[in-house]
């Protein structure tokens, strides 16, 4: 079956057979075959169709840096599309796809997009399909999303599990090839705590796929005797299929390891895990990606880089094809002929583009009787679906060569990217006519082909060297590593003069030399013009293939050296990443931390509806049997608590203990209104002003003793008020002996309110603890013990405006106190009922304290005190903190009876046009109440409560609706507060 | 597979929060003569007659000890007018986490450095456990002690990466 594969060598493993499909054909491939050598080991060379053309497609290169090559892989939710094949490790059972074409890979109706080419150049929608102008939007913009593109979000739910770990070492190695692995040997002897990553499955990098020899022997030799050194070494950990994608600041790397997808089913374990690896030193070790050549069909299905075919060849003992040419500027990608006849492929012509071939190659040539163009080109690659033939160009243009094999080579970029991270631009040099790593992030040391050396011999030296200096070791000799003679020898190439055909630059999105000449000629000459203008380099790729043409293309366009046009910025991710693999665990219910009461389950075991308020879970209502609705349940709640009594669960709401001899003249700095003057065992409501005088914040604080107290907090800002209080103390009044500790989780805490509220209270304190009025009077607190045994402590404050306490336990007698509570014949109450009736009370909660509202505007301004200094002062006295035509609170009611309001309405005088100019102001809160059976609202409004008797138009544009409302008093129940003193 | 890592809540302890007033000096006095020993000022904590003191932070101290302890009364007594004391005994859900890949498997967990020559035993950290506030203590070679808020209590055994076994 498997017609191209190679009978012996390489490093699959012919005694494991390994079932697939493509396309939905059975195939057979062998264990240690990425998905590109499966496919090309069974004849298969058409993979996909491209991104605007629907070109066909083949594999262009092995590894990582893959344009062409990409594919659906997996069912369902688990479907990822724009797979690189030649990453994707083949396992029993892979089913995968081609993308992008209808309705087959090999009759692609689209494809005659191609045809219309001249209309679909760089930026043809800054240009065409702009008439009408409704048409882009609805017609145009869908049609063309559909005609492109790669691959389908599956658009479920991603069903894989991600995890995160973090590891510490002295040194961490990127790469596993011979620098890396150079440098891991060294490392190993210092005796260093080592992380060494390298994103394919096996170790080696190219020792894997050129024939080499190291000290007198096959490299795989020397490669496998120190992968067992290193193995055995202690504090070193090599994480295979592990891509180092960003350098961060603090010498942090992150790396994603691809844990199961190799896998058939990955069996509980995570996909994939994102490494935080904090290491302050590191070697580059990440090597170098071959370039392609740019002439007209460099696209065709069996062009390849001759880098990858030599890894077809001895890594994988795959025949890319039957019939070869070699094209390079390079002695390293001309080599290629020498694997290219050891494995049994006829070579029908090398060519070489520079000036002289070398004598050492001639020789190989002709001792295989191969012919050899020098100072010639291909101008053109012929065929169909599939290459059939060359044309050349230079020195021997008129020649035409069959072949089914293109390996080219337009010499190597060092993948200088991560190098790159924290903004030091990549340096220019010449002589290898690439870019190698300019200033790099702290820490990083580079060594091997990354850093522009590209011969085995440099790679071993650098990289033991480089290990060395990262240790911040003197430099010393390395082991004796002899390779052999080796020659990189190029002559950069950029343009291939009488090119005819579409000569592609970037693959991935169909950019071709006539699109940079177009951009060209429009004045999109700036490298970041450039990319974004013909989308070079934006493609999931990343350019890896086509950046350093793409700008090499246009500096000799815009007569400037590639030096001076420079390259685009570098930013992580190097590699496409999953977003599961950035959210590890934190996904679903679990993206923000989850906080529970200690009545959780007790509120739960008793129906109780919850909403999210914040971090919390709140109960909002207590819904029973018969109820079938929401405003049922609040309505009954409500009831409950203005006529006998009701409990609601209070322990979010944030509880700070502040203690120390400074402690009163810290509040007193820290809230409006004056604390020092509480009597120990009184509370007081109090306001926080930010520095610039608007509220920040309001709450209660209890003085429990003459240098303790204990404040609260609302819910939401409980720990914005904990770190400003900790900034007040630490930077503006460190002068002040306090300390501030965070109690909110010690205690629960639950409101206990109405008439009946005493009686349900002197229940549960029975003889232990007095709470008659005299004892314990409105805003006093006292120590308790309640149900015989549970300490507490009550503080007499109402929210409600009914007669009302506040009961606080430790933590653990939460549930307890609750099932107290009920027993004794208090109704349970949530947060929509608290929400009616504060409204009912003119109380301002978050929507009215919103961070625009001052004090004055919330009818508070007399809370400002006159007589000390506190945070907020000064600017709450400006101006236009001031005007009285400032919105400022009032209450609204509907004018007819049985009408609803809606928080966000805004206020339009009676008989005015509902337009902008006319606005005066908008429903805070507005609620049912079934106190005074009617609708009821809070409303922030240009002259507050001047305005009473007034009617407005309430008015919801969003919907088009709209309310009359008459404008009366905040406080629309007991205002006179003769509940409360009960 | 390896296995897994112990979870296990420790039994309710008496907790008391120290936040120690401007007087160091006579504070870490009063607090070493009552308990004879030498008071740690960085994050270590210390063991005395059944009481754990624990450094937070430069004058925050955690002290623990068998829930009829009463260690805020205690110490309310013999660092009057010097700290302040908090009841902290119901605040904190305390776990004992133990096992052969305690440190592999902890790595999923929080972020800090646990080599054993780092992380020594009597060390504590405050740090994160994904994206909870926790404590960490190294009790042991290969035993911790993690401490969160009790409010997130379920939201930490909810989402504890692979190679925990939680007991309940």
């Known amino acids: 079956m498997q017609d191209f594969r190679i009978a012996e060598g390489g490093l699959i493993d012919r005694s494991r057979p390994v079932p697939f499909t493509f396309d939905g054909k059975s195939l057979e491939a062998y264990e240690g075959d990425t998905l590109a050598s499966a496919l090309l080991a069974n004849g298969i060379r058409l993979v996909g169709r491209s991104f605007k053309y629907h070109r066909p497609r083949g594999i262009l290169s092995a590894g990582p840096e893959e344009p062409n090559a990409l594919v659906e892989l997996r069912e369902g939710a688990a479907r990822e599309p724009n797979t690189r094949a030649t990453i994707a490790e083949i396992f029993p059972g892979l089913a995968a796809r081609s993308q992008n074409r209808f309705p087959s890979l090999t009759f692609d109706l689209l494809a005659i997009t191609g045809l219309l080419s001249p209309i679909f150049a760089a930026g043809f929608y800054y240009k065409t399909f702009m008439w009408p102008a409704a048409f882009w939007e609805r017609v145009y913009e869908p049609l063309i999303r559909r005609a492109a593109g790669l691959g389908r979000a599956s658009g479920l739910p991603d069903p894989d599990s991600y995890e995160k770990q973090t590891a510490f070492a002295d040194i961490l190695i990127i790469g596993g090839g011979p620098a890396g692995l150079a440098a891991a040997l060294e490392a190993a002897n210092t005796g260093a705590s080592v992380v060494l990553a390298e994103q394919d499955f096996a170790l080696g990098g190219r020792l894997l796929s050129d024939r080499r020899i190291i000290n007198g022997q096959p490299a795989s030799v020397w490669l496998a005797d120190t992968e067992a050194k290193l193995r055995a070494a202690e504090n070193l950990r090599i994480l295979t299929r592990t891509s180092i994608t960003g350098i961060y600041d603090g010498g942090t790397y992150a790396g994603i390891e691809r844990v199961s997808d190799h896998l058939p089913s990955s069996h509980s374990q995570p996909r994939q895990k994102l490494w935080r690896i904090v290491a302050p030193r590191a070697v580059l070790a990440t090597g170098a990606i071959e370039r392609p050549l740019v002439f007209g069909g460099n696209d065709l299905p069996g062009v390849m880089l001759a880098g990858a075919v030599r890894t077809y060849l001895n890594r994988f003992a795959v025949k890319p094809g039957s019939t070869a040419v070699v094209f390079a500027n390079n002695d390293d990608g001309a080599g290629t002929i020498a694997d290219l006849t050891a494995a049994g492929i006829k070579v029908a012509a090398l060519i070489d583009s520079r000036p002289e071939t070398p004598p050492a190659l001639r020789a190989l040539a002709a001792a295989h009787t191969i012919p050899v163009f020098t100072n010639a080109t291909i101008r053109q690659a012929n065929g169909g679906i599939a290459l059939k033939s060359v044309s050349l160009g230079g020195s021997a243009a008129g020649t035409k060569i069959a072949c089914d094999l293109l390996a080219m080579s337009g010499g190597w970029n060092p993948a200088v990217h991560l190098a790159s991270h924290h903004g030091g631009k990549p340096v220019w040099n010449e002589a290898i006519a690439a870019f190698i790593p300019g200033p790099m992030p702290p820490g990083l040391h580079a060594a091997g082909a990354a850093t522009g050396q590209f011969s085995l011999g440099d790679a071993l030296a650098t990289g033991h060297a480089a290990c060395r200096s990262a240790a911040g070791?003197?430099?010393?000799?390395?082991?004796?590593?002899?390779?052999?003679?080796?020659?990189?020898?190029?002559?950069?190439?950029?343009?291939?003069?009488?090119?005819?055909?579409?000569s592609f630059v970037d693959f991935q999105n169909d950019v071709t030399a006539s699109d940079?000449?177009?951009?060209?000629?429009?004045?999109?000459?700036?490298?970041?013009?450039?990319?974004?203008?013909?989308?070079?380099?934006?493609?999931?790729?990343?350019?890896?293939?086509?950046?350093?043409?793409?700008?090499?293309?246009?500096?000799?366009?815009?007569?400037?050296?590639?030096?001076?046009?420079?390259?685009?910025?570098?930013?992580?991710?190097?590699?496409?990443?999953?977003?599961?693999?950035?959210?590890?665990?934190?996904?679903?219910?679990?993206?923000?931390?989850?906080?529970?009461?200690?009545?959780?389950?007790?509120?739960?075991?008793?129906?109780?509806?919850?909403?999210?308020?914040?971090?919390?879970?709140?109960?909002?209502?207590?819904?029973q049997p018969h109820e079938t609705g929401l405003q049922q349940s609040v309505d009954r709640e409500v009831r409950a608590v203005r006529q006998s009594a009701g409990f609601c669960d209070v322990t979010t709401l944030g509880k700070i203990d502040v203690q120390g001899p400074d402690s009163a003249a810290f509040l007193d700095f820290i809230y409006a209104n004056a604390i020092s003057t509480i009597a120990p065992g009184r509370v007081r409501y109090a306001v926080m002003l930010r520095d610039d005088g608007f509220v920040f914040d309001d709450g209660t604080v209890a003085r429990l003793a003459k240098d303790h107290f204990l404040l609260t907090t609302t819910t939401a800002n409980a720990a914005r008020v904990l770190r400003h209080m900790d900034t007040c103390h630490q930077i503006y009044r460190p002068d002040l002996d306090v300390c501030i500790e965070p109690v909110t989780d010690q205690w629960a805490q639950f409101a206990l309110a109405g008439p009946q509220a005493r009686l349900v209270l002197e229940k549960l304190a029975g003889a232990a603890t007095d709470v008659s009025n005299a004892a314990l009077p409105f805003m006093a607190t006292i120590e308790a013990k309640l149900c015989g045994s549970i300490p507490a402590?009550?503080?007499?404050?109402?929210?409600?405006?009914?007669?009302?306490?506040?009961?606080?336990?430790?933590?653990?007698?939460?549930?307890?106190?609750?099932?107290?509570?009920?027993?004794?014949?208090?109704?349970?109450?949530?947060?929509?009922?608290?929400?009616?009736?504060?409204?009912?009370?003119?109380?301002?909660?978050?929507?009215?304290?919103?961070?625009?509202?001052?004090?004055?505007?919330?009818?508070?301004?007399?809370?400002?005190?006159?007589?000390?200094?506190?945070?907020?002062?000064?600017?709450?006295?400006?101006?236009?903190?001031?005007?009285?035509?400032?919105?400022?609170?009032?209450?609204?009611?509907?004018?007819s009876a049985g009408a609803t309001l809606q928080a966000g309405a805004h206020l339009i005088p009676a008989?005015?046009?509902?337009?902008?100019?006319?606005?005066?102001?908008?429903?805070?809160?507005?609620?049912?109440?079934?106190?005074?059976?009617?609708?009821?609202?809070?409303?922030?409004?240009?002259?507050?409560?001047?305005?009473?008797?007034?009617?407005?138009?309430?008015?919801?544009?969003?919907?088009?609706?709209?309310?009359?409302?008459?404008?009366?008093?905040?406080?629309?129940?007991?205002?006179?507060?003769?509940?409360?003193?009960? | 597979m390896s296995e897994p890592v112990s979870i296990i809540p420790v039994a309710p302890r008496s907790v008391a929060g120290i936040g120690a007033f401007r007087d160091r000096e006579r504070f870490l006095a009063a607090l070493q003569s009552e308990l004879g020993i030498d008071i740690p000022t960085t994050p270590r904590f210390v063991q005395a007659g059944g009481v754990t003191l624990s450094c937070l932070a430069p004058g925050?101290?955690?002290?623990?000890?068998?829930?009829?302890?009463?260690?805020?009364?205690?110490?309310?007594?013999?660092?009057?007018?010097?700290?302040?004391?908090?009841?902290?005994?119901?605040?904190?859900?305390?776990?004992?986490?133990?096992?052969?890949?305690?440190?592999?498997?902890?790595?999923?967990?929080?972020?800090?450095?646990?080599?054993?020559?780092?992380?020594?035993?009597?060390?504590?950290?405050?740090?994160?456990?994904?994206?909870?506030?926790?404590?960490?203590?190294?009790?042991?070679?290969?035993?911790?002690?993690?401490?969160?808020?009790?409010?997130?209590?379920?939201?930490?055994?909810?989402?504890?990466?692979?190679?925990?076994?939680?007991?309940?």
């Open chain 1, 473 to 502: 070791l003197e430099a010393a000799p390395p082991p004796n590593f002899s390779t052999g003679d080796e020659s990189a020898a190029m002559t950069a190439l950029w343009q291939i003069a009488d090119s005819t055909g579409k």
């Open chain 1, 516 to 623: 940079i000449a177009l951009a060209a000629r429009e004045g999109f000459t700036a490298v970041e013009h450039l990319k974004r203008y013909t989308t070079l380099g934006m493609a999931t790729d990343q350019g890896k293939t086509s950046n350093v043409t793409g700008l090499a293309l246009m500096a000799s366009l815009t007569n400037r050296t590639i030096a001076q046009t420079g390259t685009t910025v570098f930013r992580p991710p190097y590699t496409p990443t999953a977003i599961g693999a950035l959210a590890g665990p934190h996904r679903g219910q679990h993206y923000r931390p989850t906080r529970r009461t200690p009545a959780h389950g007790w509120a739960e075991q008793h129906g109780a509806i919850f909403v999210e308020a914040g971090e919390w879970l709140r109960a909002s209502h207590f819904p």
């Open chain 1, 793 to 895: 402590r009550l503080f007499r404050i109402s929210f409600s405006g009914e007669l009302a306490y506040e009961l606080a336990v430790p933590a653990s007698y939460g549930a307890a106190l609750a099932t107290a509570l009920l027993e004794a014949g208090a109704i349970p109450y949530g947060l929509e009922a608290l929400n009616v009736m504060r409204l009912e009370k003119g109380h301002p909660v978050g929507a009215e304290l919103n961070g625009q509202t001052t004090a004055a505007d919330l009818g508070l301004g007399k809370m400002l005190s006159k007589k000390k200094d506190f945070i907020g002062r000064a600017l709450a006295q400006r101006p236009a903190l001031c005007a009285p035509d400032r919105q400022a609170l009032v209450g609204l009611r509907p004018r």
């Open chain 1, 911 to 982: 008989g005015a046009a509902a337009t902008a100019a006319n606005d005066q102001g908008h429903i805070t809160s507005a609620a049912y109440s079934a106190t005074l059976e009617s609708w009821i609202a809070l409303a922030l409004l240009e002259g507050g409560t001047t305005r009473i008797g007034q009617i407005f138009r309430a008015v919801n544009p969003l919907q088009n609706t709209e309310t009359e409302v008459e404008i009366v008093s905040s406080i629309f129940h007991d205002p006179d507060g003769r509940a409360l003193h009960v």
């Open chain 2, 60 to 168: 925050r101290y955690l002290a623990s000890a068998d829930r009829g302890a009463d260690l805020p009364a205690r110490f309310a007594k013999c660092l009057a007018g010097l700290a302040a004391l908090t009841d902290q005994s119901d605040l904190w859900e305390i776990f004992s986490l133990s096992g052969a890949t305690i440190r592999e498997t902890l790595a999923r967990l929080v972020p800090i450095d646990l080599s054993p020559a780092k992380f020594r035993i009597g060390d504590l950290a405050l740090t994160r456990a994904g994206h909870l506030d926790v404590r960490l203590w190294r009790v042991a070679d290969q035993s911790y002690e993690l401490a969160v808020a009790r409010s997130y209590a379920a939201d930490l055994r909810a989402a504890l990466p692979a190679g925990f076994s939680a007991h309940h």
